[in-house]
């Protein structure tokens, strides 16, 4: 039996096609999508303002691979880690993080990560496929509603820094902030999007051409090259001159300011020579750091800087006039920070 196509995977010009050759009328069409997308039906038969006969044609020759919530674990601080499953059993998390002053999730864009950085724990994860446009939608909407029955409010930010590199997912990631954005969608301002990249510089290129309007945040951990490899083997093949022309050419398109992630790791990028070497890195546009505090993830040997040595380092970039925002750890104790994304609620 042939495999239904997703109704979400298509565009709006093949629903138009679809419909005039079922001589549906042309307003079923902005129907439909609003119970895709505004609504977020997971049915056919939620979609009550079309006739039962038009429902069962649709789900004749469509389906809709909605996510579901699988499970879902609460931090002593307040932050709640869920695991999410796709249709085809895969699973994904998705953060909900809340602050005084804001709800930011973060949500994945692809299962597993083909990067394989040193220190993170979702590296240890063959990339098994990229999210859809509709699944990564998916988790922003369930987790929205999970914000207000929580925490009492919406969603406040969205982060792509959960499990996956967002730019090697380019085409569904822009998607998903196109219907995250618009009216038909959660209408959600693209300047409260961040997607935050290891450092594809081919694709950040990309997204000057593409003008987008979200922020843009680079995993940089380190500015010095023989570090940063050995931090992040994809800084072999993007050096960091590669990734500066990439940040120079973005500003100039895009007129937006950069932010620079940096995980402190004792002993290994946190020297005020380090510091030294960033706060050079970063002259090539106007930006912001923020200081990461290393989450301890198990089997891997890196251990969290010292208060001391992290107040020289952000005293040195300060005393440069850099904006620096030391980040405090949320979710560390379910395995939620930074760098713990692994499916561990199975
Ligand atoms: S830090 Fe990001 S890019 Fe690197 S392995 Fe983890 S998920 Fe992939």
Redesign the pocket.
Known sequence: MKEKTDIRNISVEDLQKFCAEHKLPKFRVGQVQEWLWKKRATSFDEMTSLSKTMRDLFSEHFCINSVKIHKGERSIDGTIKYSLQLYDKQLVEGVLIPSKKRITVCVSSQVG?????A?????TLKLERNLSAAEIYDQVFILNEESISNFGKPLSNIVY?????PLLNYNNVLESIQLITTEKGMGMSPKRITVST?GIAKMIKKLADDKVRFNLAI?LHSANDEKRSKL?S?NESVPLQDLRDAIRYFYDETNSRITYEYILFKGVNDSVDDARVLANFCKVSPCKINLIEYNVVDDFSYEKSTNKVTENFIAYLEEKNLIVNLRKSKGKDINAAC?Q?VNKLK
């Open positions: 990560c083909s990067l394989d950085c220190f993170c724990a979702t590296g820094m959960g499990m996956g590199e290891a995993s992040m994809l760098g994304l």
